[in-house]
């Protein structure tokens, strides 16, 4: 029983922060864009600055009609969404929040598996733009194949550095064996692997699959409703997940004053600085067109990455 309690006690806590999380970041999303663009509407409803514009927005996607394309493969269409969303909630099991057993569940060979199942959420995306039998969603899905090909290597490469470093592919481990003189020394695979997490969440400046000045709004051109707000949740729901992944593996997650008491403190604040940093590059940077994103893929990310490896191996010689 205390076995069964443990486990629902878990899986409960990961739920919760997949339900919340996600929202908050959005949340946080409409009034910092309002604040750096000076939009008014974001920061007016419901009052005081603006703190009904999430409920609006969910009561507007529940009302709008779910609507699916004559020519469309229906099954395809409906499941993308699902697709792209619930792989985050897979990832967020295995992301340890604090020492010891703070973790939904510890896995042996957790870079990969993290990696693994996020790559998974990015296909909904082409799934929803290969089966809404609309040229501009195919246009957009292609274009999402050609960055998760293109960044899934830096990604990977930045990932396995750090798992290198600890000797060991589990999070919690990475955790274990992480000190504070790693920032300097990791800091080129740490960027190497958030830039890569925004182009694979489609995230500007690398929106180029959504650009809506080109192809309307790409792979989710012809979805409306709760399925269209499926899409963005999962957007938000990445935006959480690269952070604390980029937290865990670079900046050493629950690590700092007091962890022993305050390590999740640490966590939920390293992701949520990450997390601005995102919603900051929204508001900063043009979009890169589609050759630009493919450039910065394997002429600066690849070879850095590979730098990385490379400066680690010779880190680890050295100190053995």
């Known amino acids: 029983m205390m076995d069964v309690a443990d486990v629902l006690w878990r899986l409960a806590a990961v739920l919760l922060a997949f339900l919340l999380l996600p929202l908050i970041v959005g949340q946080a999303e409409h009034k910092a864009m309002a604040h750096m663009q000076g939009r008014v509407g974001p920061m007016y409803a419901g009052g005081f600055h603006g703190w009904a514009q999430l409920v609006a927005d969910g009561v507007k996607f529940a009302q709008k009609e779910d609507i699916v394309p004559e020519g469309a493969d229906r099954r395809i269409f409906q499941l993308a969404p699902a697709v792209a969303l619930l792989p985050y909630l897979v990832v967020l099991i295995v992301i340890p929040v604090g020492d010891g057993d703070a973790v939904g569940q510890a896995v042996d060979a957790g870079v990969f598996f993290v990696l693994a199942v996020m790559g998974v959420g990015v ?46 592919l589990s999070l919690p481990g990475i955790l274990e064996s992480w000190q ?69 593996l670079f900046l050493g997650g629950w ?66």
């Open 123 to 168: 296909l909904g995306s082409l799934m929803g733009g290969w089966a809404s039998a609309n040229k501009f969603s195919l246009l957009g899905g292609l274009r999402t194949a050609a960055q998760l090909l293109a960044y899934e290597l830096p990604m990977l490469l930045a990932a396995a550095s750090v798992a290198m470093a600890a000797g060991t």
């Open 180 to 248: 504070w003189w790693w920032l300097p020394w990791q800091i080129t695979g740490g960027l190497v692997f958030f830039t890569a997490g925004l182009a694979e969440l489609q995230r500007p400046p690398f929106d180029a699959p959504v650009a809506d000045s080109e192809i309307i709004f790409g792979a989710f051109t012809e979805y409306t409703g709760l399925r269209f707000a499926l899409f963005l949740l999962a957007e938000y729901a990445g935006i959480v997940v690269l952070s604390a992944l980029t937290a865990v």
């Open 255 to 320: 690590h700092g004053p007091a962890a022993a008491d305050l390590g999740w403190v640490w966590t939920l604040l390293k992701t949520a600085v990450l997390a601005f940093v995102v919603i900051w590059l929204r508001v900063s940077y043009p979009r890169l067109r589609e050759d630009q994103i493919q450039r910065v893929a394997w002429t600066v990310l690849v070879p850095l990455a590979l730098f990385q490896i490379a400066l680690t191996g010779v880190v680890k010689v050295v100190i053995q």
